[in-house]
């Protein structure tokens, strides 16, 4: 069932600066030429990026308490799983190279 606070979020396109700065963060990925285990630990820390971290960080936290003061008792981690299934979306339009090029499906859909 649909939290009140995730409608009122999708209604109000609240996430939106959100989504655009991870967008960037995706974008500055993908520059540097990264895979996904690089994000585990990077191997350096460009200003962009960190920068886009930051503001990433602030505007995650702040929507929270934004919605926590409309709707009272939001659970963070409830609000952080709404969070990844949204940029999980963006993760698929933006790719990073994972080193791995063999198919990690079972080839079945082909005879099909």
């Known amino acids: ?13 609240a ?3 959100i989504k655009e700065t991870y967008v ?5 990925f993908k520059r540097e030429g990264w895979t996904e285990k690089d994000l585990e630990k990077p191997p350096y820390y460009p200003t962009d ?3 886009n971290f930051q503001k990433f960080n602030e505007l995650r936290d702040k929507l929270f308490f934004e919605i926590k003061s409309f709707f009272g008792d939001v ?3 409830d609000y952080s799983d ?3 299934n949204v940029l999980y979306k963006i993760d698929l339009k933006t790719p990073l190279e994972d080193g791995d090029n063999k198919r990690r499906d079972t080839w ?4 099909e």
């Open 82 to 84: 709404y969070l990844k």
């Open 15 to 17: 996430d939106k600066e």
């Open 24 to 28: 960037n963060l995706r974008n500055a």
């Open 49 to 51: 990026i960190m920068r």
């Open 1 to 13: 069932m649909r939290q009140h606070w995730e409608k009122f979020i999708k209604t109000l396109d």
């Open 108 to 111: 079945d859909e082909d005879f």
């Open 75 to 77: 659970d963070f981690s």
